[in-house]
């Protein structure tokens, strides 16, 4: 599997076999992406929440590429209302799919669609894809629970918010990645915007005395897991 960044929360997921995973993918309006929505096509397209910086480009991208929408129950039902495929599915929830197991988990945020629709409970997720785990937390703060979902899963990827403001800053990141204890944290959601800036070097070096491995992923940079 290949993991792809494009900045703020949206990466891309290659399966071994050449699925295509896109989760949040936030392209044109985001200052930071080096990629537009029209560069992009997608198998299937997971959203965290329904923050317009995590729906981001998904319906532009679903009119070109007819992806399965997953996500939680509500946001599922509005992506669906504007006609695209959606699997709805919940917190505390798994399902096998063709390319993998997808599970939700709590986090602690908003949820609105850009128009005001209600859309549910924000999330994060777990995907195991060809025998690797990544863990994206999707907007949260710290929370406690982070420790239970470390100890029920082998996390080999954690995807972590640093930028502070809407979630985590970097102290309360460090934190969650003890609790989680990930083979490799990699940061997110930072320098999109004036008020989350923040450094991942910083990140990286706390992370580090803290005995874990942490991953500074470059705009547009793709690495094997
Ligand atoms: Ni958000
Ligand atoms: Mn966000």
């Known amino acids: 599997m290949k993991l792809k960044y494009f900045s ?3 990466f891309q997921i290659t399966t071994g076999d050449g699925k295509v995973i896109l989760i949040d993918p936030f392209l044109d309006g985001n200052p930071t992406s080096p990629v537009k929505s029209d560069d992009v096509t997608a198998d299937f397209i997971v959203l965290t929440h329904g923050h317009g910086d995590h729906i981001g480009d998904s319906f532009k991208i679903a009119k070109r590429s007819d992806p399965l929408f997953i996500c939680v129950n509500e946001l599922a039902d509005y992506v669906a209302s504007k006609g695209f495929k959606a699997h709805n599915m919940h917190i505390g929830g798994a399902y096998n799919f063709e390319f993998g197991r997808v599970k939700f988990t ?3 945020h908003g949820s609105i669609s850009p128009e005001g629709n209600y859309t549910g409970e924000p999330s994060g997720v777990l995907l195991t894809i060809d025998g690797k785990t990544v ?3 999707g907007d ?3 929370f406690l629970d982070m420790k239970l979902i470390g100890e029920l899963n082998k996390i080999d990827y954690m995807l972590v918010p640093i930028g502070d403001n809407f979630t985590m800053g970097i102290d ?3 934190k969650a990645v003890e609790f989680v204890n990930p083979g490799v944290a990699i940061p997110m959601h930072y320098n999109t915007f004036p008020v989350i800036q923040a450094d991942p070097e910083e990140f990286k ?4 005395a803290a005995g874990k491995k942490c991953v500074v992923m470059e705009y547009g940079q793709e690495i094997d897991l």
């Open 8 to 10: 703020h929360s949206a």
């Open 140 to 142: 949260t703060g710290l």
């Open 135 to 137: 863990y994206h937390t």
């Open 172 to 174: 309360d990141a460090v």
């Open 205 to 208: 070096a706390k992370v580090e």
């Open 106 to 108: 709590i986090a602690h």
